[in-house]
């Protein structure tokens, strides 16, 4: 579908109801902004007309102390601002709560994310599938999302569903997402973690429910296990990963190998690229 406007993409550009609200607190905080910038700006341009060297019209007032009515508009609009953007983003901290499951008469679809060394996994855990660098979820299903870090912490981002949360090591952090209608959208690594951090990427791909139950059948007929030595070869650092797909996972993958961390590496070449070497410090 054509956008509106040319400049209607990313967060601008919704493809869900959470993206959709955090694009309203984004516009509404800009006009809410707008009403103290722009008057500023535009006092500030009269100002300094009003009072050029040239204007005999102009008074300079130096025992002018104390003005009721400025400090009235001087202090007003200020604290009307603060209170209209904290009102925001109290309501909007509420309402768009990452944890708070999302109301739908279709049930969810549960996602494992594990952010790796410089790409993404995706386990679904029910449908005993997983893929790399590619997320396929059914439109207008709502879904949960666990997501891990299997390195350094990361940050996981959708720009047109919205939410963007962080992965840890060691802990799982929860997120609840909706794509409205079928479309592919880009995902991203929004926290810098290494050389390969600008490749960092995957596609949202958002299908209808027989899509969705097609892709399934394919990704199972195409073979590949996810097992525990899959994972911990798949866990190696690597950039710019081709989109991949696994036909089974062991059970419990995420919580045995995924939520304990960094593994450790057999070799020792293996290992030393993990290694962060730095260079002594020159004394004085």
Request: glycine share 10%; proline share 9%.
């Given at each position: 579908m054509k956008l509106a406007w040319p400049w209607q993409s990313g967060v601008l550009d919704p493809h869900g109801p959470i993206g959709a609200a955090e694009r309203t607190i984004l516009l509404d905080s800009t006009a809410i902004m707008l009403a103290v910038i722009v008057p500023v700006i535009i006092l500030t341009l009269v100002f300094a007309w009003w009072f050029r060297s040239g204007n005999?019209?102009?008074?300079?007032?130096?025992?002018?102390?104390?003005?009721?009515?400025?400090?009235?508009?001087?202090?007003?609009?200020?604290?009307?601002?603060?209170?209209?953007?904290?009102?925001?983003?109290?309501?909007?901290?509420h309402d768009l709560d990452p944890r708070a499951a999302l109301s739908s008469d279709v049930p969810p679809v549960q996602v494992q994310v594990v952010a790796m060394d410089w790409k993404w996994l995706f386990i679904y855990p029910d449908l005993h599938v997983a893929s790399v660098n590619r997320l396929v979820v059914?439109?207008?299903?709502?879904?949960?999302?666990?997501?891990?870090?299997?390195?350094?912490?990361?940050?996981?981002?959708?720009?047109?569903l919205g939410s963007m949360i962080y992965a840890m090591p060691g802990m799982a952090t929860r997120l609840n997402l909706l794509v409205d209608r079928p479309g592919t959208t880009p995902g991203?690594?929004?926290?810098?973690?290494?050389?390969?951090?600008?490749?960092?990427?995957?596609?949202?791909?958002?299908?209808?429910?027989q899509g969705f139950e097609d892709w399934l059948r394919t990704t199972r007929s195409a073979g590949g296990k996810l097992d525990d030595q899959s994972y911990r070869q798949l866990v190696r650092p690597s950039a710019?990963?081709?989109?991949?797909?696994?036909?089974?996972?062991?059970?419990?993958?995420?919580?045995?190998l995924a939520m304990t961390g960094p593994p450790a590496f057999e070799t020792a070449e293996a290992a030393a690229s993990q290694r962060v070497c730095f260079a002594p410090r020159a004394r004085n």
């Open positions: 005999p019209k102009a008074t300079r007032l130096p025992d002018w102390s104390y003005s009721g009515p400025i400090e009235v508009i001087v202090w007003s609009i200020p604290t009307l601002t603060i209170g209209f953007l904290g009102g925001i983003a109290w309501l909007g901290s059914p439109a207008g299903a709502p879904i949960s999302f666990e997501l891990t870090s299997a390195s350094v912490m990361n940050s996981f981002f959708a720009p047109q991203l690594s929004a926290q810098f973690s290494g050389d390969g951090f600008s490749d960092m990427r995957f596609d949202v791909v958002a299908v209808d429910r710019a990963v081709a989109p991949m797909s696994f036909g089974d996972v062991t059970p419990g993958l995420f919580e045995r």
